[in-house]
């Protein structure tokens, strides 16, 4: 039997070690003098996580369902030539930008379906059209520009319409146009992008049968809610829950609700957007244009800060800035768990890039599109 060769070094205290032993001994001495503090983070930070399993497996909003859905849907569209038909459309516009036309494939999906479904579909079409490591990065961010869920549009559809406000040019300018826009303005950051010829892309339309295609999808959409969307989202929802423990959750809402309420964006349904979800904020916003709303006991609630401008004849044109602002913000990729933990969950197994630099072009597109959502609710406001 041979001798195993010592390693001399481990003798030495390592930093991490030292790192160690003080969580250990921090634990134990919040167990045995503040236990009930201790057990209280823990609880509040499960209480919070189990929101995930609430919003995706067991409440009213069925997303988990809409995801598979999605996945089915985006699937079927592309063996019926959907993405090939989309490369035909957007590759004269990404040659002139000589970037891969691929990197708009994601944001499109997004758009029509859902974030997590279009990660799933979209990341191999990117990596079989062979787009170079900043092309990736740039298909990420770009991805950011579109709504995590099409009721997301449905929603903000009706809010816009119900403030009275023509839709058509938000949609345009607010969704449709960022996606050439966004990769162009990237392209000056990540310089490492190529034109492609229609020739040298392959057909990215699959031969899979009739059956196989609609099992097979709806198998592959289960996978990306429990296999990477609940795990991504508990994680982040559960820090969410300790800062919420320690009283810094709600100074840390209120703070950003204040500076989007300055750029032209609803405080509520823009903190909804960016810690919550999109759907929920533009059913919110709905709420809100309908005034006051009567709860099932009977009692009224009084009228939303964003509802008293509309009210008012002298404010009602800021109130449209603000429903146009909070709408194109939440057509995106926010809240805060889509970049931080879903994006890079689905993504990252499929490129080549780092989780690192996954998560930094989902947080750039995020914020590419806060500002952009502050721009076009200024610019509307000059024409409300």
Do not use: H
């Not at 030539?81 to 957007?90: P, Y």
């Not at 004269?92 to 999906?109: D, E, F, H, Q, R």
């Amino acid at each position: 039997m041979s001798t195993p060769v010592k390693n001399t070094d481990r003798k030495k205290w390592n930093m991490i070690e030292y790192v160690g032993l003080a969580v250990l001994i921090g634990s134990l001495f919040c167990i045995g003098l503040f236990n009930k503090q201790f057990s209280g983070l823990f609880d509040a930070m499960f209480t919070r996580s189990y929101k995930m399993f609430e919003y995706y497996l067991f409440g009213p909003a069925k997303l988990g369902a809409t995801i598979v859905v999605s996945v089915m849907t985006g699937r079927i569209l592309e063996r019926l030539g959907m993405t090939d038909a989309l490369m035909r459309i957007f590759l004269p516009i990404m040659k002139y930008l000589k970037i891969n036309a691929s990197v708009v494939i994601g944001v499109i999906y997004n758009i029509l379906g859902d974030v997590n479904a279009a990660g799933k579909i979209a990341a191999p079409v990117v990596m079989k059209a062979g787009a170079t490591k900043d092309e990736q990065k740039i298909a990420i961010a770009t991805l950011c520009q579109a709504p995590c869920s099409f009721s997301i549009v449905v929603l903000g559809l009706m809010a816009l319409t119900a403030a009275g406000i023509n839709p058509l040019p938000v949609m345009v300018i607010g969704v449709f146009l960022p996606i050439i826009v966004i990769p162009a303005i990237l392209r000056i950051f990540w310089r490492d992008t190529k034109a492609v010829e229609i020739e040298d892309l392959p057909r990215f339309t699959p031969d899979t049968g009739a059956m196989d295609l609609i099992f097979g999808s709806a198998r592959e959409g289960v996978n990306v809610v429990v296999l990477f969307i609940l795990p991504a989202g508990c994680a982040v929802f559960a820090i969410i829950g300790a800062l919420e423990y320690f009283k810094l959750w709600p100074i840390i809402t209120s703070s950003v609700g204040g500076l989007l309420q300055i750029v032209g964006i609803d405080a509520a349904t823009g903190v909804d957007t960016i810690f919550t979800a999109g759907t929920l904020a533009m059913k919110n916003l709905n709420l809100s244009l309908g005034g006051p709303v009567t709860a099932a006991d009977g009692t009224v609630s009084a009228a939303t800060a964003l509802y008293g401008l509309f009210t008012n004849p002298a404010t009602a044109a800021a109130a449209k800035k603000l429903v146009v602002g909070s709408f194109i913000l939440a057509n995106s990729s926010w809240p805060v768990q889509v970049p931080l933990g879903q994006i890079p969950a689905v993504w990252g197994p499929i490129l080549d890039i780092s989780t690192g630099e996954i998560i930094w072009s989902a947080v750039v597109g995020c914020f590419i599109r806060l500002l952009y959502a502050a721009l076009c609710a200024q610019l509307f406001g000059l024409f409300l």
